[in-house]
């Protein structure tokens, strides 16, 4: 069983920056590979980004790249989402992810933290 507890959300102006943290539970934190979505009022939940098990590969979509980096640190059980050149459009609740097989990110959800880029 993995818990995950994101932190860092919060009201920012476009341009902005933010830093998502998303903290693990568990000793196998290493075995997973972790990831972020968000789901904006209205919309259904999107992926933003993914991170391999030892941090050597992630993804992005389009929509981010070149504006949101993420890392892990395996030794502090932590996932964290840089997001630089913030844009309304970016408003959304942000989840942190977890998944042991494969990239769909499935396994184990946190609670989500609340991201609002104003104009």
């Known amino acids: 069983q993995v818990q995950l507890v994101e932190s860092g959300g919060g009201l920012v102006q476009t341009g902005g920056s933010l830093r998502l943290s998303c903290a693990a539970s568990?000793?196998?934190?290493?075995?997973?590979?972790m990831g972020w979505f968000r789901q904006a009022p209205g919309k259904e939940r999107e992926f933003v980004a993914a991170?391999?098990?030892?941090?050597?590969?992630?993804h992005y979509v389009d929509s981010v790249k070149g504006r949101f980096t993420i890392s892990r640190d395996n030794a502090k059980n932590m996932v964290f989402l840089q997001m630089n050149s913030l844009k309304p459009e970016d408003t959304a609740v942000y989840y942190c992810?977890?998944?042991?097989?494969?990239?769909?990110?499935?396994?184990?959800w946190g609670q989500g933290t609340q991201v609002t880029v104003s104009s």
């Open positions: 992810a977890a998944d042991q097989t494969d990239y769909a990110l499935d396994d184990y």
């Open positions: 991170i391999s098990r030892s941090g050597s590969s992630t």
């Open positions: 568990g000793r196998t934190f290493s075995t997973y590979n």
